[in-house]
């Protein structure tokens, strides 16, 4: 079954204590993206990714790292979480450029205290 | 850059009636919408999208209208189910762009 992958579910950590995300899709897709879900905010890209070794930031990656190693995996890293990354976050792969469909993981809720 | 915008943020509709659903962007270079859904704990899913070179696509019940001129695309659902109930989100973006501009989503409830 074609799908995207996040680890874990659900994460409550405390300010400062180094954490990652996981992100795996099976389908071969080149690109992937993490997004935060905001209320009243809709989905805001923190980081994408066009290749296995070519990452770029989107429109909010401060706070945030990611990396990709491989062309399945592109995991999440806050260095040092702070209570305002409290958020919803989602991963998603695509084949191609921008027309084409996106595919999103469960999505992955993380309280910072 | 792009920004999306949607409107309303909520809406509730009576079970059998329509739901229209808003969006405008800036950025006159984007060329592809595509609409998602999502389902209390789960991602968003593509519902149906539309390109530039369209000015209206139908799917079942449901249909989304472009406007290039004035740079608005709504999505349309005909004949509401309970099962419509989620939150549904515009986007934009360019063909050769890496980027998917969100809109603030909109929360649908359909009530029996």
């Known amino acids: 079954e074609a799908q995207v992958t996040q680890n874990p579910r659900y994460l409550i950590t405390v300010t400062g204590k180094k954490l990652t995300v996981t992100c795996s899709q099976n389908?071969?897709?080149?690109?992937m993206s993490w997004y935060r879900q905001d209320p009243g905010l809709g989905l805001r890209q923190i980081y994408y990714?066009?290749?296995?070794?070519?990452?770029d930031k989107g429109d909010v990656p401060e706070g945030y790292k990611v990396s990709r190693k491989e062309k399945r995996n592109f995991p999440l890293i806050l260095e040092s979480p702070s209570p305002n990354q409290t958020s919803l976050y989602f991963c998603?792969?695509?084949?191609?450029?921008?027309?084409?469909?996106?595919?999103f993981g469960q999505g992955t809720r993380l309280t910072v205290v | 850059g792009e920004n999306v915008e949607q409107h309303p943020s909520t809406l509730s509709v009576q079970e059998g009636d329509s739901a229209v659903i808003k969006c405008t962007y800036s950025?006159?270079?984007?060329?592809?919408f595509p609409w998602y859904k999502q389902e209390l704990g789960k991602g968003p899913q593509l519902i149906i999208d539309?390109?530039?070179?369209?000015g209206e696509k139908k799917d079942q019940r449901i249909a989304v209208t472009l406007n290039k001129t004035a740079k608005h695309f709504s999505l349309h659902i005909t004949e509401t189910q309970p099962e419509d109930s989620a939150v549904y989100f515009c986007?934009?973006?360019?063909?050769?762009?890496?980027?998917?501009?969100f809109g603030g989503g909109t929360r649908v409830l359909v009530k029996p």
């Open positions: 389908m071969n897709h080149e690109y």
């Open positions: 986007a934009a973006s360019r063909a050769a762009g890496n980027k998917l501009t």
């Open positions: 950025d006159s270079a984007s060329n592809y």
């Open positions: 998603a792969s695509r084949y191609g450029q921008g027309n084409t469909e996106a595919f």
């Open positions: 539309i390109r530039s070179n369209v």
């Open positions: 990714s066009m290749n296995v070794e070519v990452t």
